[in-house]
Nanobody
Framework: QVQLVESGGGSVAAGGSLRVSCAAS????????NGWFRQAPGKEREGVAA???????TYADSGKGRFTISKDNAKNMLYLEMNSLKPEDTAMYYC??????????????????????WGQGTQVTVSS
């Protein structure tokens, strides 16, 4: 049974940093596509970053230069380090996974239908 559990969200002032984490279980982590998405109230879910099974990484323009995605295959963990946070980064952050396959054919685009499984989300709030 695939499970994704996010943690590490919280409240921070603009310009601050946060790291959100996602603990995965129930599948071969090294052979998977893993991504971060976010959803603000009243808005559609949007992609933030993804890392493919071969280590390829893509970022949405909104996070380039500020966000860093990484994974630890030994620990089955996915991370998103967020720096220079802005109020517009406020959202629920979700990790997503596609076990057993890569992020293609949509990679490097961040597309929700790439992913089969989703976590419950962790809230990130950035105050101005």
């Amino acid at each position: 049974q695939v499970q994704l559990v996010e943690s590490g969200g919280g409240s921070v002032a603009a310009g601050g940093s946060l790291r959100v984490s996602c603990a995965a279980s129930g599948y071969t982590y090294s052979r998977s596509c893993n991504g971060w998405f976010r959803q603000a109230p009243g808005k559609e879910r949007e992609g933030v970053a993804a890392i493919d099974s071969d280590g390829s990484i893509t970022y949405a323009d909104s996070g380039k230069g500020r966000f860093t995605i990484s994974k630890d295959n030994a620990k089955n963990m996915l991370y998103l380090e967020m720096n220079s946070l802005k109020p517009e980064d406020t959202a629920m952050y979700y990790c997503a996974a596609r076990p057993g396959g890569g992020c293609r054919p949509f990679f490097p685009s961040l597309v929700t239908r790439t992913y089969n499984y989703w976590g419950q989300g962790t809230q990130v709030t950035v105050s101005s």
